[in-house]
């Protein structure tokens, strides 16, 4: 059984490590700390008669396993955000050379793709717009500026492990790279209203000359 939907981009199985990373680790320390609870109720000691020992907490010898525990755990955070700096650094502040330059843009409910005309160019007269239905080249870098209409709305493509919130008066360029073809669902992830739940999408990967044939389609309606 598959947690994670199929990793069809060329970044997935890096959120997918970064996952997994925090998961097992939490994971460690959680049965450690669930331990050292238990372990003093389920051992006690039979003989409630003896005075019992208050400890202050006031030296080393009492506080070394509490300094143990701080050193790991500040080594566990600086971990996760070596890793998380440089995957996040790669996929939203670095843009790499686009094949291909589209719109995203949500509206109450539904997501209208614009793509560039014969020009070449995005945002001229000759665009072409779809609805609900995105065609994309198979391992093409594409740029994605990501705009809403109305209230903020979320591109949420599960098998890219891409999301970013889609912000009415702002134009976000985010990329992905799909690296398998196929169809996959871009869904909204943020809350916009009654119909939220129906606000889907497909994304078609597909070869570069059935990508170019669609778009001749687009050019004629």
């Not at 996959?184 to 044939?213: Q, R, W």
Request: aromatic share 14%; with cysteine; hydrophobic share 45%.
């Amino acid at each position: 059984m598959n947690i994670f939907p199929e990793n069809a981009s060329s970044y997935g199985a890096e959120i997918d490590f970064i996952f997994w990373l925090i998961t097992i680790v939490v994971a460690v320390a959680g049965v450690v700390v669930l331990f050292l609870v238990l372990y003093p109720i389920f051992n006690r000691k039979k003989d409630y008669t003896k005075e019992q020992r208050y400890l202050k907490g006031d030296n080393f010898k009492q506080l070394r396993w509490i300094y143990l525990g701080i050193v790991l755990l500040a080594i566990a955070d600086f971990s996760f955000l070596f890793k998380e700096e440089s995957t996040w650094t790669k996929i939203e502040e670095t843009l790499p050379n686009k094949d291909l330059h589209i719109a995203v843009i949500g509206r109450q409910w539904m997501w209208e793709f614009v793509y560039p005309g014969p020009d070449g160019k995005l945002y001229t007269d000759d665009d072409v717009k779809a609805i609900n239905q995105l065609h994309i080249p198979v391992n093409a870098t594409v740029h994605m500026d990501i705009q809403a209409y109305d209230v903020i709305h979320s591109v949420f493509i599960p098998n890219a492990r891409f999301k970013q919130d889609a912000l009415p008066g702002r134009s976000i360029t985010r990329w992905v790279k799909m690296t398998k073809t196929g169809e996959y669902p871009l869904t909204c992830a943020e809350i916009c209203g009654i119909a939220h739940a129906n606000m889907k999408a497909t994304i078609t990967v597909e070869s570069e000359e059935d990508f170019n044939k669609t778009i001749a389609k687009l050019y004629k309606e």
